[in-house]
């Protein structure tokens, strides 16, 4: 009997193990997920923001090429 009990102590312990390190386990993956998500959201961020620059930067370029036409008109 005392056998028995130890084996059935053993075997709720082994599946209590199992549970959380699998809980744990999950919970890491999503956790991954999670941050690779918030990485790309960042990274499209940052693009956009790198484009929105680069078109006022042309914008301004042209600027100054009509004021080189300007000076060349006069």
């Known amino acids: ?3 028995d009990k130890s084996s059935l102590r053993d075997s709720s312990s082994n599946l209590r193990g199992g549970l959380k390190n ?5 919970f890491s993956g999503n ?5 690779n998500r918030n990485n790309s959201l960042r ?4 693009g956009s923001n790198n ?3 680069s078109s006022i930067s042309g914008f301004r370029d042209r600027s ?3 004021d080189n036409d300007n000076s060349l008109k006069s």
């Open 1 to 3: 009997d005392l056998k």
């Open 22 to 26: 699998g809980l744990r386990g999950s």
């Open 31 to 35: 956790n991954d997920s999670f941050k």
């Open 43 to 46: 990274g499209s961020l940052r």
């Open 51 to 53: 484009g929105l620059r």
């Open 64 to 66: 100054s090429f009509k």
